[in-house]
């Protein structure tokens, strides 16, 4: 549960979240598109609490990349083009380049119509994992959030992919989660989390020097 909460996330910055596993991370930042909604306090975009916008409207302008990615029982095409319908196939595909998925996915007899399986059973979490990077990459949202986006992913995968993620924060206001700190040592601040509450906040070199949690 999270409590005594309040941060700011200003107009193209990169704020991290880190802490131990239930600390609240994840849970934090679902709120800003709404998987969870808060039981006291405000969570606002612009200064418009988000129970106020239109769940079409936060969507659009939200794009999200989860520890656990759910994927639709369609095409890795269909499921890619859930970042910004109406896309075309050079655009998708251009994407799926980006998410370092279009190999694979032209390796496969049905290439970019191949069936992913009911919440994406028939691709391996790395895979998964891709096809929703591709799908944000698509997406072009002005608000981005990173829960362990390359977690699934080998190491040379995770840095090829860590190049476009970063390219897609960038200019973007960005809430990013992650264990390892190379992740996070590029933020513009870095929020240190503890059974639900912030207990440090700072630069990587800040933290550093404070020598305290993170």
């Known amino acids: ?9 200003p107009a193209g910055s990169i704020t991290a979240l880190v802490g131990p596993s239930g600390s609240g991370k994840s849970t934090l930042a679902t709120l800003v598109p709404r ?10 975009i612009g200064g418009v609490d988000v129970r106020q916008i239109d769940p079409a409207v936060l969507y659009r302008h939200v794009g999200f990349v989860l520890q656990d990615v759910q994927l639709l029982g369609m095409s890795v095409a269909d499921n890619i083009r859930l970042g910004r319908a109406g896309a075309d196939d050079d655009e998708v595909r251009a994407a799926a380049r980006a998410a370092h998925i279009h190999d694979l996915v032209v390796s496969r007899p049905d ?5 992913v399986g009911e919440r994406g059973l028939k691709l391996s979490g790395g895979e998964k994992q891709r096809v929703a990077i591709a799908r944000a990459i698509l997406k072009r949202p002005r608000i981005v959030i990173l829960d362990e986006a390359t977690s699934a992913l080998d190491s040379a995968n995770e840095r090829a992919i860590q190049a476009e ?3 897609v924060a960038t200019g973007k ?27 440090e906040r700072g630069t990587h070199a800040a933290l550093l020097a404070r020598a305290g949690v993170y």
């Open 1 to 9: 549960m999270l409590h005594d909460i309040s941060l700011d996330l």
């Open 35 to 44: 998987f969870h909604d808060v039981t006291s306090g405000e969570v606002r």
């Open 111 to 115: 290439g970019y119509e191949t069936a």
């Open 173 to 199: 206001t960005a809430l990013v989660i992650a264990h390892r700190l190379s992740t996070v040592v590029d933020a513009h601040e870095i929020l240190v989390m503890k059974e639900g509450q912030i207990v």
């Open 165 to 167: 993620l970063k390219q």
